[in-house]
């Protein structure tokens, strides 16, 4: 009886119904789109950067990490790598020799980060083949060929096919002075990236400094992101002495990026709600004044005050409840959508891969995320009509039946 009472008195202001209905129902669209929209940002820039830069798990000297010097190397020989491809939790796995090294062409001179990879194993682990946007991928084995970022090589003045000079130390603290040859250009998304590394066949840097065939770092791709605590154990036994860093010691500020993003999009809910809250607030409290005679004649007929606060509550959650589920189900076919087509942002291009975000976005949202949403709702919704409730439960019965 209190149901059907409640879901009539909604439609005696038809108006005023359908108005917090569509409020509750276009405000929850926004919200859930905007995290849907920080979400997919998130999840994109992790994605990329973990499949194509740091990986899940990096091995290196236990001084390399704060140092980076070229005598801290592992000390471990490369074809150590084929035991690791072997643990069925690693999907891919290389190594690498790192250097700090200065590049000068004709017109410029200026720091960069000299890897030295395997190409065909660099291929699996990160794709890094796929960011070749001119020329061709490193390609003849041990030779002098070199990869620069556009970013870069625009800084240089240089083209496929230009010859630029490398100086770096040795393992001896030797100065060495190297030419290379242009081979290709690569873009990753991130200009900072772009300017600041230079790939070239692993052989040959191992050569130029003199550490023979061991290497500076090891990056493994895994199966799955929760395999990370079993593989750092193993590693750490096949290799007693180095030091085994997960994707959030190697990039801290990427771990505080992905954080910062859950919570930016409950944040973005957290105002939903509240505008919510108050708008339903506003609108029962309003319910109750004009209804005021009514209520107090159905307290003199003898509905109990318990009645009253349940038709009031009752009331309150049919109106969120029915926005919500419009909401709800218009927002999960907006981003359903959207994330097949994506949102082109190319028209802010430079400042998308400044910060190192896709110029195209793709909302992404769980299942549970709607789930949650729902609960929210339905508890925005009680703690809303908390207060209407207690006041008309708190009516004179004599003296607003004479209203």
Excluded: C
């Amino acid at each position: 009886m209190i149901l059907r009472m409640a879901w009539r008195n909604i439609w005696r202001n038809k108006l005023r119904s359908i108005t917090i209905m569509m409020a509750v129902a276009l405000g929850l669209t926004a919200g859930v789109f905007a995290s849907a929209m920080i979400n997919g940002m998130m999840q994109s820039r992790f994605h990329e950067f973990i499949e194509n830069q740091i990986s899940h798990l990096q091995l290196h000297h236990p001084d390399f990490v704060g140092q980076q010097e070229v005598y801290q190397h592992t000390g471990v020989p490369r074809d150590q790598l084929d035991r690791v491809l072997e643990n069925p939790m690693v999907r891919a796995a290389t190594v690498r020799t790192k250097v700090h090294s200065m590049i000068a062409s004709a017109t410029y001179t200026g720091g960069v980060e000299l890897m030295g990879v395997l190409p065909e194993n660099e291929k699996q682990t990160t794709g890094f083949h796929n960011n070749v946007v001119e020329g061709n991928y490193l390609e003849k084995h041990g030779t002098n060929e070199i990869l620069l970022g556009s970013a870069l090589a625009e800084k240089m003045r240089v083209q496929v096919g230009s010859r630029v000079v490398l100086t770096f130390q040795d393992v001896d603290h030797n100065m060495v002075s190297a030419a290379f040859l242009v081979t290709g250009l690569y873009e990753t998304g991130y200009t900072r990236y772009d300017e600041s590394f230079a790939l070239v066949h692993m052989d040959y840097l191992n050569n130029q400094i003199n550490i023979g065939n061991s290497f500076h770092e090891m990056a493994l791709l895994l199966t799955d992101i929760d395999h990370i605590p079993a593989m750092t154990k193993e590693l750490e036994v096949m290799f007693p002495g180095l030091h085994v860093r997960a994707w959030n010691e190697v990039s801290p500020e990427m771990s505080v990026l992905v954080e910062a993003g859950d919570v930016f999009a409950y944040i973005f809910l957290v105002i939903i709600l509240l505008g919510l809250a108050f708008g339903l607030l506003n609108t029962m409290l309003m319910a109750v004044y004009e209804r005021t005679r009514e209520i107090g004649m159905m307290m003199a007929i003898g509905m109990n005050k318990q009645r009253i606060f349940a038709l009031i509550l009752f009331e309150t959650l049919a109106l969120s409840l029915v926005g919500g589920v419009f909401g709800i189900v218009g927002s999960w076919a907006i981003v359903s959508w959207v994330s097949r087509v994506g949102i082109d942002l190319s028209a802010f291009d430079d400042v998308m891969k400044e910060i190192g975000f896709s110029p195209v976005i793709y909302p992404v949202l769980e299942t549970a995320f709607f789930i949650t949403l729902i609960l929210f709702v339905m508890l925005t919704a009680l703690i809303a009509s908390i207060y209407p409730s207690l006041r008309a439960m708190r009516l004179n019965p004599a003296e607003s039946a004479k209203r």
